[in-house]
């Protein structure tokens, strides 16, 4: 089965950094589109970035310049490089994954990781 399991997340002072990774199993990694969600407490799960399988990536606007994502076809894993962090950045953040979905719509990504704490402090 399909298994996606985040980890790096963790309390940083604003202006500090973070990288999150995100090892796949159960799937055809190099094929994949991948992305990253976040969640903040009482809000929607927002669309981060995500990654086509050629590399090609796409940022919200709230992250663009700030966060860098990458991938290692032959780790299996996603990255999420995150700088200049921003105490509105503070939420949980989620891998997820789809075959052919390369747009922002959570809904239509079919495989999601647990989900790793980004805690900002002012």
């Known amino acids: 089965q399909v298994q996606l399991v985040e980890s790096g997340g963790g309390l940083v002072q604003a202006g500090g950094s973070l990288r999150l990774s995100c090892a796949a199993s159960g799937l055809t990694f190099g094929s994949q589109v991948m992305a990253w969600f976040r969640q903040g407490p009482g809000k929607d799960r927002d669309f981060v970035a995500r990654i086509r399988s050629g590399g090609t990536t796409y940022y919200a606007d709230s992250v663009k310049g700030r966060f860098t994502i990458s991938r290692d076809n032959a780790k299996n894993t996603v990255y999420l490089q995150m700088n200049s962090l921003k105490p509105e950045d503070t939420a949980a953040y989620y891998c997820?994954?789809?075959?052919?979905?390369?747009?922002?719509?959570?809904?239509?990504?079919?495989?999601w990781g647990q989900g790793t704490q980004v805690t900002v402090s002012s």
């Open positions: 997820a994954t789809d075959r052919y979905y390369t747009g922002i719509d959570s809904r239509e990504y079919d495989y």
